[in-house]
């Protein structure tokens, strides 16, 4: 009896020192565990656990092994690093301890085995966990917690308490081992992540930011279909600012996944195909991890000859889908970045010649529905230059940055997320002033304005009297450009209106066509664009 307490106490200190020693990835850990085999080996042979007492025996052989995996197993006889098992070790050493669990079950059976199948499912457990510890494999920790678990009650039943309390310490350091392996695990030299982000959502940034984690560069592969409610530039533009350290790539989404004839194989194949072409030729190589939270994440990661990382596929860690928020987004807000938004944020856009009403108009839509407005920055840029309008030696720059400083401002007001955003003129106006000062339309200031998205349009009639200000250019003019603002609407593809009379009436208009827009009723004087 003092014999194998004896046994018990050095196979106790020696196995928690070797683990760990494991655990900090140190070689002694290898020679300490020979003596903590050599120990157990003698104690669980007097306590009839034949198949463990075998089972430390070979522990002995594989730490001689193992020893000399951790010095001399690397590239170039260098010390072995960390890595992750393959899908094809998997599920090879699955299939190892179901089948060796099996034979070893059946065989003491007919032995005097205190608890043949415990016995022959640890005894397995544990050679699969000490091969993959062998070879530094990340996985030897959950192969090794499981072992110990089971050792908790096989143990205490056979009333080997002390190498029973143990166990708990050794499953506190293999929680310890797990997390110190897996920090020390090579970085991927390219991660990618695939999908219509349609719109990019906070889930798809948990996935996104995985992949910064786990590699030293991500790659976005935005999918683009003709029918997207959000062109694919304008995602790509999305995430580019929410990922700056990403390299985002688009793709024409042409592999016929709706076929009901294709196989999900053969869409994934097709999909790694051409992602690695489309890798290897903006970056020069193809990703060696694929983070997704899709049922086909580890699928096309296989084909792509790739580690597969699942990203909270349940939705449990950021409960959206690109789906919910397309149909509600304003339900989604939380789970979505400023600038994706502002894509939401319905705009109406008050255009109209100069003292014509537009900002009065502005002002008073924006005071009925508690809203933000944005001001004109053509003015401001006027009083800036410190000369009389009619002194400005206009040049096509000033009229590019004055469309580019309406649209960023307007922008800006829109990534606040209001309900509705009221703009007072734009850069669709401002290619009309263009016109008016230079003579011609201006193909950049067009191009501007073209970029341009709004809900709806009210074009401010000149039938109110004109007030010069002392900016103004004069109320000659604004007939023409009342004109020209009517042709130019009608060749957007946004709805707009005309609104006249005096202040009220012009309000009383403007709330029914927005109403009528945004709402459920229908405004029956809004102008479409025939076609």
């Given at each position: 009896?003092?014999?194998?307490?004896?046994?018990?106490?050095?196979?106790f200190?020696?196995?928690?020192?070797?683990?760990?020693?494991?655990?900090?990835?140190?070689?002694?850990?290898?020679p300490?565990?020979?003596v903590?085999?050599?120990?157990?080996?003698?104690l669980?042979?007097?306590s009839?656990?034949?198949?463990?007492?075998?089972?430390?025996?070979?522990?002995?052989?594989?730490?001689?092994?193992?020893?000399?995996?951790?010095?001399?197993?690397?590239?170039?006889?260098?010390?072995?690093?960390?890595?992750r098992?393959?899908?094809?070790?998997?599920?090879?050493?699955?299939?190892?301890?179901?089948?060796?669990?099996?034979?070893?079950?059946?065989?003491?059976?007919?032995?005097?085995?205190?608890?043949?199948?415990?016995?022959?499912?640890?005894?397995?457990?544990?050679?699969?966990?000490?091969?993959?510890?062998?070879?530094?494999?990340?996985?030897?920790?959950?192969?090794?917690?499981?072992?110990?678990?089971?050792?908790?009650?096989m143990?205490?039943?056979?009333h080997?308490?002390?190498?029973?309390?143990?166990?708990?310490l050794?499953?506190?350091l293999?929680?310890?081992?797990?997390?110190?392996?897996?920090?020390?695990?090579p970085?991927?030299?390219?991660?990618?992540?695939?999908?219509?982000?349609?719109?990019?959502?906070?889930?798809?940034?948990?996935?996104i930011?995985?992949?910064?984690?786990?590699?030293d560069?991500?790659?976005?592969?935005?999918?683009?279909?003709?029918?997207?409610?959000?062109?694919?530039?304008?995602?790509?533009a999305?995430?580019?600012?929410?990922?700056?350290?990403?390299?985002?790539?688009?793709?024409?989404?042409?592999?016929?996944?709706?076929?009901?004839?294709?196989?999900?194989h053969?869409?994934?194949?097709?999909?790694?195909?051409?992602?690695?072409?489309?890798?290897?030729?903006?970056?020069?190589?193809?990703?060696?991890?694929?983070?997704?939270?899709?049922?086909?994440?580890?699928?096309?990661?296989?084909?792509?000859?790739a580690?597969?990382?699942?990203?909270d596929?349940?939705r449990?860690?950021v409960?959206?889908?690109?789906?919910?928020?397309?149909?509600?987004?304003?339900?989604?807000?939380?789970?979505l970045?400023?600038?994706?938004?502002?894509?939401?944020?319905?705009?109406?856009?008050?255009?109209?010649?100069?003292s014509?009403?537009?900002?009065?108009?502005?002002?008073?839509?924006?005071?009925?529905?508690?809203?933000?407005?944005?001001p004109?920055?053509?003015?401001?840029?006027?009083?800036?230059?410190?000369?009389?309008?009619?002194?400005?030696?206009?040049?096509?720059?000033?009229?590019?940055?004055?469309?580019?400083?309406?649209?960023?401002?307007?922008?800006?007001?829109?990534?606040?997320?209001?309900?509705?955003?009221?703009?007072?003129?734009?850069a669709?106006?401002?290619?009309?002033w263009?016109?008016?000062?230079?003579?011609?339309?201006?193909?950049?200031?067009?191009?501007?304005?073209?970029?341009?998205?709004?809900?709806?349009?009210?074009?401010?009639?000149?039938?109110?009297?004109?007030?010069?200000?002392?900016?103004?250019?004069?109320?000659?003019?604004?007939?023409?450009?009342?004109?020209?603002?009517?042709e130019?609407?009608?060749?957007?593809?946004?709805?707009?209106?005309e609104?006249r009379?005096?202040?009220?009436?012009?309000?009383?208009?403007?709330?029914?066509?927005?109403?009528?827009?945004?709402g459920?009723?229908?405004?029956?004087e809004?102008?479409?664009?025939?076609g």
């Open positions: 009896m003092a014999a194998m307490m004896a046994l018990e106490i050095v196979g200190v020696a196995g928690l020192a070797s683990v760990w020693l494991y655990t900090r990835q140190n070689t002694l850990a290898w300490v565990g020979i903590n085999s050599v120990a157990w080996a003698l669980f042979w007097g009839r656990l034949y198949l463990d007492a075998g089972l430390q025996l070979v522990f002995v052989a594989i730490g001689v092994w193992g020893w000399w995996r951790w010095l001399r197993g690397g590239p170039g006889d260098s010390e072995l690093p960390v890595r098992a393959s899908t094809r070790e998997r599920v090879a050493l699955a299939a190892v301890a179901v089948t060796g669990t099996g034979v070893l079950w059946w065989a003491m059976r007919t032995q005097d085995d205190a608890m043949p199948f415990w016995d022959a499912a640890t005894t397995t457990g544990s050679l699969v966990a000490q091969y993959l510890l062998g070879r530094k494999v990340l996985g030897t920790w959950w192969w090794w917690i499981a072992v110990d678990v089971a050792y908790v009650g143990y205490a039943v056979q080997l308490y002390l190498t029973a309390a143990l166990q708990p050794f499953i506190a293999c929680v310890a081992g797990l997390r110190a392996w897996r920090a020390a695990l970085r991927a030299g390219l991660a990618v992540v695939v999908g219509k982000f349609l719109p990019p959502h906070r889930g798809h940034k948990l996935v930011d995985t992949a910064a984690a786990a590699a560069r991500v790659v976005v592969v935005v999918c683009e279909r003709p029918d997207d409610t959000i062109p694919a530039r304008v995602r790509a999305m995430l580019r600012e929410i990922h700056p350290a990403a390299t985002v790539l688009v793709t024409p989404d042409d592999v016929p996944d709706h076929d009901p004839g294709a196989r999900a053969e869409i994934s194949r097709a999909w790694a195909e051409r992602v690695a072409a489309l890798c290897r030729a903006e970056l020069g190589a193809v990703p060696d991890v694929v983070c997704s939270s899709e049922e086909y994440g580890p699928r096309f990661a296989a084909y792509l000859g580690r597969h990382v699942a990203v596929p349940e449990r860690r409960p959206v889908s690109g789906t919910a928020v397309r149909a509600d987004p304003r339900a989604a807000w939380r789970h970045e400023p600038c994706v938004r502002a894509w939401y944020v319905p705009r109406v856009c008050v255009v109209g010649a100069e014509t009403g537009t900002t009065t108009l502005a002002q008073d839509l924006a005071a009925h529905y508690g809203v933000p407005w944005v004109e920055y053509g003015r401001r840029f006027c009083e800036e230059q410190d000369v009389p309008v009619a002194d400005i030696e206009w040049r096509t720059e000033h009229f590019v940055t004055i469309a580019t400083t309406q649209q960023a401002h307007e922008d800006a007001a829109a990534r606040l997320g209001p309900p509705l955003l009221v703009c007072d003129t734009d669709l106006a401002t290619s009309v263009h016109e008016r000062y230079l003579g011609e339309t201006s193909p950049e200031v067009a191009r501007i304005a073209a970029g341009g998205r709004y809900a709806l349009y009210l074009l401010t009639g000149d039938d109110i009297p004109f007030v010069q200000d002392g900016t103004r250019d004069g109320e000659h003019l604004r007939a023409w450009m009342t004109q020209r603002f009517r130019v609407l009608a060749d957007r593809p946004e709805p707009w209106l609104v009379g005096g202040r009220a009436e012009r309000l009383a208009a403007a709330v029914a066509a927005v109403d009528g827009v945004l459920p009723a229908p405004a029956a809004l102008t479409r664009p025939s």
